[in-house]
């Protein structure tokens, strides 16, 4: 039996988690789960799975909490959080925190050795240099949870990254993938939060039709495969089944494919290196008989760019394209910006970034802190 922690147990990923643990309940054992608001669903995810501990982020929220009747013991804040992962001998960590907050659960993870299934990418975009030290120094694990990392990591099994060319990362294109900029600029958030493929939260949702989502985890490969960015590659593929490939130094391409379901990406990591069975539902060629390919469109959606040169600038500069945007997101979603202005503020400051050499985890949170300061 698997004893699992599952942080932002009632977010999208947390949700499907739970959904993967339900089919195989007699596989895992939950010792805490964590949310920030919403604790009717956390309590009810408390009387299915019986946690030891229930943490919640959110102050008044904890404090209502106290006057539910949980069946577990209540714990309030990040610091619970980090004595939790430090403490309790989980044999795996679930990140699926929104946002820059992943950070400090993603780092105290790879340097206690708690494996680590990562849906938060931002910590790695923020701080890939850090974390991917501590992975190295204390021979810890991390599985990808997002969908085109789990594809890369599948289609890598049994090869070495020196033989590897390049890694294609597929991106749906988002839901305003063939739209004119000038249609585009005008788009609300309630309509970028229809995606074609994928049911998810609201920040990564706004980040897909920005296509800052593909940024980040061009980022984010680069740090998990050890690979230089030059040799990531993006390919639109409207459909979302092939969920990325390898290109091998002899031309060959290893790819992953089935439905867009995050569930599979989430039970592949629960369960590596075994591949358990799983009740999801099968693919149907018929279904997808057509597969197409298109080159990102760089001008509609620059947040790709950005990324491309924030890395490849490296140290500071991926922080500010990471909490700029974060914060950008959040005017977006409450209708205070225009859509543009997410990836022209980003465009902005990275322009205006006076770099900070080698950060520390310290370095990113004050710089973090700085932005929210300025910007929110
Ligand atoms: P959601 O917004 O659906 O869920 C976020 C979770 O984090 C919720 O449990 C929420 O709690 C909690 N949370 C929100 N704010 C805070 C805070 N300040 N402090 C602590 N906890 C907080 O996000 P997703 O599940 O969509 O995404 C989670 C991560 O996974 C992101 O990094 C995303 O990029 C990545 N990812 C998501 C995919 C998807 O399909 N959704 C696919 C691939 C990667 P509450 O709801 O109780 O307020
Ligand atoms: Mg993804």
Redesign the pocket.
Known sequence: MKKIGI??????????TIDVIKKDKESYKVIFI??????E??NKQCLEFNPEYVV???YE?YNKAKTMNFDATLLYG?DE?LNLINKERIDILL?????N??LLPTYAAVKNNVTLAL?????LVTAGHIVMKEVYNNNSVILP????HSAIFQSLQGDDISSVEKLILTASGGPFRTLSKNEISNKKAYEALKHPN????????I?SATLV?KG?EVIEAKWLFDIVPENIEVVVHPQSVIHSLVQYKDSSIIAQMGRPD?RL?IHYALNYPDRKPINLERFDFMKFNQLTFEEPRRDAFPGLDLAYHSIKKGDSFPTIYNTVNEVMVHHYLREKIKFYDITDTIEKELMNHRRIINPTIEDIIALDEEIRKRLG
């Open positions: 942080l932002g147990s009632t977010g999208s990923i947390g949700t499907q964590s949310g920030h608001r919403n604790i669903l956390l919640i982020t959110d929220s990040m959080i990140n699926a925190l929104v946002g907050i992943g849906a938060n990418k931002e910590s949870v997002d969908s085109e994928w049911d998810m939260g609201r920040k990564i949702s980040d989502n980040l995050m990406p």
